[in-house]
């Protein structure tokens, strides 16, 4: 099996957690990213085969780049052949991004399934769908985006195994918190939200006289969080754990009676694992997709959306008021968690070897 997954965890984590349920030697299967992308650590730590290919976008590039960035793309169909040439799969899977284009048009005639991680897809999920033998969603919402329905199979997102073994009692134990605290945990993904970051530390002081919180800060600002971190009182400071980054996520996520983030494909099927309410804040400067995965989540009940401009004088309100009504952050609990699809990666695995006609689940190369 080839895959092609890279630019943002919403797409890379899906991608890892199939491929641990499939259960595959490690010589059935190659990962093809991009060039410096943010992939190819997370994939070679797993000690998956990784190869790269040029490749580049075009949608919203400006005139200046596009024709470059068409170069990049036609450079990155013909390395594709030669990979698939050597490689020879019998089954390609792909989760989004430019990365996949030039792989997909050189595939034309191998079996493919397309994994579309968040509500609504983006222009390259669009054209990669034209492709794909089969679509994979993680809504039943994102149907109404794809013009062939027999195409389309709704599995929910597929969560990776490491979150499921974590409950709030061993994840605040964890953190060495109060239990008889609120904890709230903010986060902004591994590179860190500026925005979010700037608003959580000044109003930092006046939430710890109340709760715990756990900030996933990210590495681009790690320096100014730890030298500002330092400033804390003794007490506040027992109240606050900070990170560049955290690979015991499922502690993040269970300890929490609320999170803070913007609005990636991942918060679709890890907010609802552990049942967690959410302030949204869907990121400004890209495509649409973060406030639309955030405007599913809200009006099903599970999560409130900040605007990202309202961040610094509305947020330590909002979290204020969402704690202090325990009611509304019960029922947000209960709506979040019955968007829950814990068996995600099982689906996409039983769609992969239905293609690919292996019972034993299996595939070979």
Same mark, same amino acid.
């Given at each position: 099996?080839?895959?092609?997954?890279?630019?943002?965890?919403?797409?890379?984590?899906?991608?890892?957690?199939?491929?641990?349920?499939?259960?595959?030697?490690?010589?059935?299967?190659?990962?093809?990213?991009?060039?410096?992308?943010?992939?190819?650590?997370?994939?070679?730590?797993?000690?998956?085969?990784?190869?790269?290919?040029?490749?580049?976008?075009?949608?919203?590039?400006?005139?200046?780049?596009?024709?470059?960035?068409?170069?990049?793309?036609?450079?990155?169909?013909? $390395?594709?052949?030669?990979?698939?040439?050597?490689?020879?799969?019998?089954? !390609?899977?792909?989760?989004?991004?430019?990365?996949?284009?030039?792989?997909?048009?050189?595939?034309?005639?191998?079996?493919?399934?397309?994994?579309? #991680?968040?509500?609504?897809?983006? !222009?390259?999920? +669009?054209? &990669?769908? *034209?492709?794909?033998?089969?679509?994979?969603? %993680?809504?039943?919402?994102?149907?109404?985006?794809?013009?062939?329905?027999? +195409? &389309?199979?709704?599995?929910?997102?597929?969560?990776?195994?490491?979150?499921?073994?974590?409950?709030?009692?061993?994840?605040?134990?964890?953190?060495?918190?109060? #239990?008889?605290?609120?904890? =709230? %945990?903010?986060?902004?993904?591994?590179?860190?939200?500026?925005?979010?970051?700037?608003?959580?530390?000044?109003?930092?002081?006046?939430?710890?006289?109340?709760?715990?919180?756990?900030?996933?800060?990210?590495?681009?600002?790690?320096?100014?969080?730890?030298?500002?971190?330092?400033?804390?009182?003794?007490?506040?400071?027992?109240?606050?754990?900070?990170?560049?980054?955290?690979?015991?996520?499922?502690?993040?996520?269970?300890?929490?009676?609320?999170?803070?983030? *913007?609005?990636?494909?991942?918060?679709?099927?890890?907010?609802?694992?552990?049942?967690?309410?959410? =302030?949204?804040? #869907?990121?400004?400067?890209?495509?649409?997709?973060?406030?639309?995965?955030?405007?599913?989540?809200?009006?099903?009940?599970?999560?409130?959306?900040?605007?990202?401009?309202?961040?610094?004088?509305?947020?330590?309100?909002?979290?204020? $008021? &969402?704690?202090?009504?325990?009611?509304?952050?019960?029922?947000?609990?209960?709506?979040?968690? $019955?968007?829950?699809?814990?068996?995600?990666?099982?689906?996409?695995?039983?769609?992969?070897?239905?293609?690919?006609?292996?019972?034993?689940?299996?595939?070979?190369?």
């Amino acid at each position: 099996m080839l895959i092609c997954a890279g630019g943002t965890g919403g797409g890379v984590y899906p991608a890892l957690t199939v491929l641990e349920t499939l259960g595959l030697n490690k010589d059935q299967v190659l990962w093809v990213g991009g060039r410096g992308g943010m992939e190819e650590a997370l994939v070679t730590r797993n000690k998956i085969p990784f190869t790269t290919i040029p490749a580049a976008g075009v949608h919203g590039v400006g005139l200046r780049k596009l024709p470059g960035n068409i170069w990049e793309l036609i450079k990155g169909v013909v $390395s594709s052949r030669r990979i698939l040439k050597q490689f020879n799969p019998d089954l !390609l899977f792909f989760t989004g991004g430019f990365i996949a284009f030039p792989m997909a048009v050189a595939a034309l005639r191998r079996p493919s399934l397309l994994y579309v #991680p968040d509500i609504e897809p983006g !222009l390259a999920l +669009k054209v &990669l769908a *034209r492709f794909a033998n089969r679509i994979a969603l %993680t809504s039943e919402t994102s149907t109404t985006y794809f013009p062939n329905p027999s +195409k &389309l199979t709704v599995t929910g997102y597929p969560v990776r195994p490491g979150l499921k073994g974590w409950d709030k009692q061993k994840a605040l134990a964890y953190f060495d918190f109060d #239990p008889n605290l609120p904890t =709230i %945990t903010v986060a902004g993904g591994s590179k860190g939200a500026r925005s979010i970051n700037t608003a959580l530390m000044n109003n930092l002081p006046g939430l710890l006289e109340h709760m715990q919180v756990i900030h996933l800060a990210g590495h681009l600002e790690w320096e100014k969080i730890e030298a500002q971190a330092q400033k804390l009182s003794s007490g506040q400071a027992k109240r606050y754990q900070a990170f560049p980054y955290l690979h015991e996520m499922g502690a993040a996520l269970a300890a929490p009676d609320l999170i803070v983030s *913007r609005a990636g494909a991942s918060i679709l099927g890890e907010y609802p694992l552990f049942g967690l309410p959410a =302030i949204l804040v #869907p990121y400004p400067h890209a495509w649409r997709y973060q406030q639309v995965n955030a405007d599913f989540l809200a009006e099903h009940g599970a999560a409130v959306i900040l605007r990202d401009e309202d961040l610094d004088h509305a947020l330590f309100n909002q979290i204020h $008021s &969402l704690l202090a009504d325990r009611s509304r952050l019960a029922r947000m609990s209960q709506a979040m968690a $019955s968007l829950a699809k814990p068996d995600a990666a099982e689906k996409i695995a039983a769609l992969m070897r239905e293609m690919t006609g292996t019972i034993d689940g299996g595939l070979t190369t």
